[in-house]
């Protein structure tokens, strides 16, 4: 047995549920993760235990009264579901983990954790609704309730729904720092709620817990509130909405007197009730109709079911300073922000009571240096403020948001001054996880964009834009981005929630879903194309263990395929909307009202037979991950058949290309693996003559086929030819949208500022932004991950880059990639987390030859043309299509190819992923 320094080895990260601590998860067996720390190479867990307790003195004691898995031989250690005691409502549970390495090593227990369910059964809800029956006619609203408490309190929980959007507040203190709450869902299926610890908020005698209700995305103010106070005496008590004369909840009129999503807010200061979430109110002078508090309303109910809001909460995420301002006449000032986003300003100003300011928000200017809201169509993305007229008044929108660069101040009445101006980040306040750069600074500046774009179109759901009168989440833009989203952010709480959405826009007869979840635009059924339903959960295993996910939709899952084999003919797919949405306009079929989107070189029948394709595909995976043998083989029947009817109704055999030879039908079929073997060369031959010969080394893809392209160039070896697809500067290109002042990513690869659709900051093109991570970097989690425990490195230099510096903070660690290749060298260095394991592959020599030496520091690791053993944590090696592939063990590595020629890797293949 190796002795181990205890200190160096052990638990950490512990998570429920993908979250630190959580309090208010609904799941009766939460899934529990961890990572594990090592310092010495090449080491994973053997085995694990889990304690859980009802109190932080059995966990410490190691009396897991409610759970002790016992010393369970495992390496699994994401997504592992609790099994013990059946858990109640508002449990708190106490928890921690032992480990053991390769070794049979005992590590120290973690430190203790904790987490808290809450209000599990519909019964659990004592309450109901409240409003105000008539509504106050697009305004917000106040409610309030006072209570006294006589008692020392030990523990007390809010429990809040409010819609469309809340503001909690008690004793006069915003609770919590959410904004924007609760995330959206279709309310007639799906009711989100948070819940706040507010024990250090409560006081002896009157206290008063309030509420500002929005209309959201549910245009009707509404709460359902449940406060439950535990004292240290053993008794407890509750305070919930509920109508009956003795209840004592009001609401009145709020300042904000109109609000909307995409309209914007009005905010009338003079309206403003001073301390009304206080007990020092004095409520009863204006508890009356004439001073504006009446009754509350029982109202009824939206429908869906009530479900804990487990994902992380939008927030404001940060601030920034304008950059510019430019004076316009008397009264007019307009901020240039500097950065494309999404979130509001934020004003301190000063002036007479009954001045008004408004703040209007676009992404581009006219000559004129006013802003230019064209590209908004019916969104007016505008803030109005009221002045009440007492000095410095600070003043930042509640119940909206905008996705802008530009901010118009406008002196509209009276006479105001505003002293200071900054725009807010307001985004799911999802964890950025992956970081790149490289020696291009085109390429950067491209990473930078697509960060920024995907950012700004996170809020509770994956929105395709956040400025105009749409901000909803497709499924065939998602179905494209999603990849990129992972390798960003840490998604595992946020896509489990958007799988739900989308779960509830089937038809539980066809198993049809719709093109928007929540459902609000598009088709129904979906575009073919939308195949993010199948991709979503089976990333969610890879990256971050979720294996219940697949459980949970697998139903769904196959019946969105099998409603598409219902309707297809002779396994051709016919039906198509959107198929390579959003080509460059002259590759599009035009249309009578304004430049067209639909390609008109791929056609939609061939993109909707191939998703078709590939769904089989994901399900035969899916099913073989969870153990359906007779099912994989089902789907893989299935796909072999679609297959088979694909290249006979697409495949040109005398020309050997896809239909007319667009760029987006051979990359599709390409990287699905569709194409027949004896005609890969062909069709790769016929993609790159096209890219570099018709195009001139541009793209003519759209919204799918432009990431599957990428990463087919790279997987047959022409990386070179994608390299100079990704760094084009002129149109259509990326680097065409940076030329013209792009922070952010376009929908169309035309500068159209005046196109109603032409959002300036739209996701689904940024999906060039995991090629960076996938090909440049190289970090991809092998085919068999779970949990990326196990990983394929592999690198692709071009000719024009020295050095590629990643990383990506995994369930298990942090996994850092750094190439650098100078003075005839190329130097691979890698860290590779405890409990994970990695294929690591670096491109040989140009000619192929036996004669180059790698080595590890000191060690050399491939010598002669064979693999040299002796090294620590190198456990094999292999020479295969251009590459040296070792498979390595965890820790840090620094390898290092002496060679005298340049680098390239001939005809390498990427993991097949999701093709």
């Not at 153990?627 to 006979?648: C, G, W």
């Given at each position: 047995m190796n002795q181990t320094n205890e200190r160096l080895f052990g638990p950490e990260r512990l998570l429920c549920e993908y979250a630190r601590n959580p309090i208010g998860i609904d799941s009766k067996s939460p899934l529990l993760s961890w990572a594990m720390r090592h310092s010495e190479r090449g080491q994973w867990q053997s085995a694990y235990r889990v304690i859980v307790s009802s109190s932080p003195e059995s966990a410490r004691q190691n009396q897991g009264d409610l759970w002790d898995s016992g010393k369970v031989l495992s390496a699994q250690s994401s997504g592992i579901a609790y099994g013990g005691a059946e858990l109640g409502s508002r449990q708190t549970c106490y928890w921690k983990v032992r480990l053991w390495d390769k070794y049979g090593n005992e590590?120290?227990?973690?430190?203790?954790?904790?987490?808290?369910?809450?209000?599990?059964?519909?019964?659990?809800?004592?309450?109901?609704w409240l409003g105000h029956a008539g509504g106050f006619n697009g305004s917000s609203i106040l409610m309030r309730k006072e209570f006294e408490l006589s008692k020392q309190v030990s523990k007390a929980r809010v429990y809040i729904a409010g819609l469309g959007y809340y503001e909690f507040r008690m004793n006069g203190r915003k609770v919590g720092d959410h904004v924007l709450d609760p995330g959206t869902t279709d309310y007639s299926?799906?009711?989100?709620?948070?819940?706040?610890?507010?024990?250090?908020?409560?006081?002896?005698?009157?206290?008063?817990?309030?509420?500002?209700?929005?209309?959201?995305?549910?245009?009707a103010p509404k709460a359902l509130i449940q406060m439950h106070i535990d004292f240290d005496d053993g008794t407890s008590e509750e305070v919930c909405t509920r109508w009956d004369w003795g209840a004592g909840w009001h609401i009145s009129?709020?300042?904000?007197?109109?609000?909307?999503?995409?309209?914007?807010?009005?905010?009338?200061?003079?309206?403003?009730?001073?301390?009304w979430d206080t007990a020092a109110y004095d409520f009863a002078r204006y508890n009356h109709r004439a001073n504006g508090w009446i009754t509350a309303s029982s109202v009824e109910s939206p429908g869906g079911k009530l479900v804990s809001q487990t994902m992380e909460p939008i927030k404001v995420m940060g601030e920034l300073e304008p950059i510019d301002v430019s004076v316009i006449g008397d009264q007019v000032r307009v901020y240039d922000i500097g950065q494309n986003m999404a979130g509001w300003a934020k004003i301190a100003v000063s002036g007479e009571a009954g001045a008004i300011v408004s703040l209007k928000y676009a992404e581009s200017l006219y000559d004129d240096g006013t802003v230019n809201q064209e590209n908004l169509r019916l969104a007016d993305a505008k803030d109005t403020y009221i002045l009440k007229g007492s000095g410095e008044e600070i003043y930042a929108p509640r119940f909206t948001y905008h996705g802008f660069r530009y901010v118009q101040v406008g002196i509209e009445a009276g006479t105001a001054e505003v002293s200071r101006l900054t725009a807010q980040i307001v985004r799911s306040s999802v964890e950025p996880i992956g970081a790149f750069e490289?020696?291009?600074e085109l390429i950067n500046r491209i990473h930078r964009n697509v960060w920024w774009t995907e950012a700004s179109n996170l809020h509770g759901i994956p929105t395709d834009c956040p400025q105009r009168d749409e901000r909803m989440a497709w499924l065939n833009d998602a179905t494209a981005r999603a990849d990129e989203a992972l390798y960003n952010f840490d998604m595992s709480r946020f896509y489990q929630k958007w799988l739900d959405d989308i779960s509830d826009t089937r038809d539980g007869r066809t198993g049809a879903i719709a093109d928007t979840a929540p459902y609000r635009w598009g088709f129904r059924p979906a575009d073919p194309v939308v195949s993010c339903y199948l991709t979503i959960p089976l990333l969610l295993y890879r990256h971050y263990g979720n294996k219940r996910v697949l459980v949970q939709h697998y139903e769904g899952l196959k019946g969105w395929t099998e409603y598409l084999a219902n309707e297809a003919e002779d396994f051709i797919v016919k039906r198509s909307y959107f198929g390579d949405w959003a080509s460059p306009v002259i590759d599009c079929e035009p249309q009578s009202d304004g430049d067209g989107a639909i390609s008109k070189g791929t056609p939609g029948e061939l993109m909707s037979?191939?998703?078709?394709?590939?769904?089989?595909?994901?399900?035969?995976q899916i099913a073989a991950i969870l153990?359906?043998?007779?099912?994989?083989?089902?789907?893989?029947?299935?796909?072999?058949?679609?297959?088979?009817?694909?290249?006979?109704s697409f495949f040109d055999e005398e020309a050997n290309r896809y239909v007319q030879g667009s760029q987006g039908s051979q990359a599709i079929a390409?990287?699905?693996?569709?194409?027949?073997?004896?005609?890969?060369?062909?069709?790769?031959?016929?993609?790159?003559?096209?890219i570099e010969q018709v195009h001139d080394d541009h793209l003519s893809t759209g919204n799918q086929c432009t990431k599957h392209m990428l990463e087919t160039l790279a997987e047959h070896g022409r990386i070179e030819t994608a390299y100079r697809i990704v760094t084009q500067t002129t149109y259509p290109s990326w680097g065409f949208m940076i030329a013209n002042g792009a922070t952010t990513i376009w929908e169309r690869w035309e500068y159209d500022i005046g196109n109603e659709m032409n959002s300036r900051n739209h996701p689904m093109h940024a999906n060039v932004g995991s090629w960076f991570y996938k090909v440049l970097a190289g970090i991809n989690a092998d085919d068999s991950a779970r949990g990326f425990d196990k990983m394929v490195i592999k690198p692709y230099p071009t000719s024009d880059l020295t050095f590629v510096n990643a990383s990506l903070k995994t369930i298990n660690g942090s996994v850092e990639v750094q190439w650098v290749r100078r003075d005839g060298e190329f130097i691979l260095k890698a860290n590779i987390p405890a409990n994970s394991r990695a294929k690591l592959c670096m491109p040989v020599p140009l000619s192929g030859s036996m004669a180059f030496i790698v080595r590890e520091g000191n060690d050399t690791v491939w010598a002669d043309g064979r693999f040299v053993e002796g090294t620590s944590g190198v456990y094999g090696g292999s020479m295969r299509e251009g590459y040296v592939e070792l498979d390595?063990?965890?820790?840090?590595?620094?390898?290092?190819?002496?060679?005298?020629?340049?680098?390239?890797?001939?005809?390498?293949?990427?993991?097949?992923?999701?093709?």
């Open positions: 590590s120290d227990d973690s430190e203790i954790a904790v987490f808290e369910t809450g209000l599990l059964e519909p019964e659990d809800w004592k309450g109901n299926k799906r009711v989100l709620y948070c819940t706040y610890d507010v024990t250090e908020l409560l006081q002896h005698g009157k206290n008063v817990v309030g509420v500002h209700l929005g209309n959201g995305w549910y245009g009129r709020g300042p904000i007197v109109r609000n909307g999503i995409f309209e914007g807010e009005l905010y009338d200061a003079r309206l403003e009730k001073e301390g490289c020696s291009n037979t191939a998703h078709f394709y590939w769904n089989a595909r994901l399900l035969a153990d359906k043998p007779e099912e994989e083989e089902q789907f893989a029947t299935l796909a072999r058949k679609i297959k088979e009817a694909f290249n006979r390409l990287r699905f693996g569709l194409v027949r073997e004896d005609k890969v060369e062909d069709v790769v031959g016929h993609l790159v003559r096209d390595v063990g965890s820790g840090g590595y620094v390898f290092t190819i002496k060679h005298t020629e340049g680098f390239v890797g001939r005809h390498a293949s990427l993991p097949v992923g999701l093709r």
